[in-house]
């Protein structure tokens, strides 16, 4: 599992949407390097959720929150312009201090890794069924995988059982 800082800016509008942008960004550098517009369907209230990933987010994980507030306003500056520093609020969840999960997302395997091994991690051994997010043909490494899996695997044990 990697460290993630997940934040979310709230602002009046999206403003964003008025210079034809959607609010996802991809970055190579900067402390956020991936966004999207998570607003509700009605825009209100307008929300840009950012990612602080890896060495990163482990490096700005003891600083202050202060700290780490400029760091994203900074960001989400450069990427939508000098609207984006006025945030209205900021929420932040360190999933690498989170006590169940100590981070986030899910390992990712290399190139050809998954279609060479994937069937063989899902495969029952005798009695014992296999769940989780890395046995998902679906989703693989997301939250709804996870739950794909269990759903799979108590098919499974149904079926075993008769």
């Not at 993630?4 to 034809?20: E, G, S």
């Not at 609207?83 to 190139?111: I, V």
């Amino acid at each position: 599992m990697s460290w993630v800082i997940k934040v979310h800016c709230v602002y009046p509008t999206r403003f964003w949407r008025d210079q034809n942008l959607s609010g996802a960004v991809t970055s190579d550098e900067g402390a956020v390097r991936a966004t999207a517009d998570n607003s509700p369907p009605s825009g209100s209230p307008a929300i840009l959720v950012g990612f602080i990933e890896g060495a990163t987010a482990r490096d700005l994980a003891p600083a202050p929150l202060a700290q780490r507030r400029a760091a994203v306003l900074a960001d989400f500056t450069c990427y939508f312009g000098p609207q984006a520093a006025n945030s209205l609020a900021y929420y932040e969840h360190s999933w690498g201090d989170d006590q169940w999960s100590r981070g986030a997302y899910g390992g990712y395997w290399t190139e050809g890794l998954w279609t060479a091994y994937g069937p063989v991690l899902r495969a029952p051994i005798d009695t014992l069924h296999w769940a989780g997010t890395e046995t998902s043909p679906e989703w693989n490494g997301k939250m709804e995988g996870a739950v794909r899996s269990g759903e799979r695997v108590a098919q499974e044990v149904l079926a075993a059982l008769g």
